[in-house]
């Protein structure tokens, strides 16, 4: 019985079985438009983190004060302020962009440093995948076949 299913398979065309609009669909989203997505997320991040440092040079971190309650939900309210944090911060040292980059070159280089690395290591990257995509996307060429070699005529001694 299930040679009899597999053979009703295999005579199933591929062709009906995947039309031009699915293939399409399945292939999501391009290397070139993650790769671009991840830069801006990470400078972004790179900012906040950036922007925090030089907010909190004189020791003033920002954080919002916790009320009372159960450690569980002190630790979420902790998390959800942390954000509210960064978010107000990334966004209140914009005008401040100048004193802010050189302020963190002069006093925490590392910090600066790591996010460039991230940046070129994320661009790389995305070319390599983007290389190997269309090496494996092009279509395999035939086997070459092997050179028979011609057989020499007997010398007879």
Same mark, same amino acid.
Not at 57 to 86: H, K, P
């Given at each position: ?48 983190? =950036? ?10 971190? #920002? %954080?919002? !004060?916790? $009320?009372?309650?159960? +450690? ?38 590392? =910090? ?10 994320? #661009? %790389?990257? !995305?070319? $390599?995948?983007?290389? +190997? ?25």
């Amino acid at each position: 019985m299930e040679t009899a299913e597999r053979s009703a398979i295999k005579k199933i065309p591929m062709s009906y079985m995947l039309d031009e609009d699915d293939e399409e669909e399945n292939e999501g989203k391009s290397i070139r438009w993650v790769v671009i997505v991840a830069m801006i997320l990470v400078a972004y991040v790179a900012w906040g983190c =950036l922007a925090a440092a030089y907010a909190g040079r004189d020791g003033n971190t #920002g %954080v919002m !004060g916790m $009320g009372g309650g159960r +450690l569980r939900s002190r630790g979420i309210m902790m998390m959800i302020s942390l954000a509210l944090s960064f978010l107000v911060t990334s966004v209140t040292q914009i005008p401040n962009v100048f004193s802010v980059i050189s302020w963190n070159f002069s006093n925490r280089l590392w =910090l600066p440093v790591l996010f460039i690395v991230v940046e070129i290591c994320i #661009g %790389v990257g !995305g070319i $390599g995948l983007q290389k +190997l995509e269309n090496n494996l996307a092009q279509p395999t060429g035939r086997r070459k076949k092997k050179k028979r070699r011609k057989k020499r005529p007997r010398q007879e001694m």
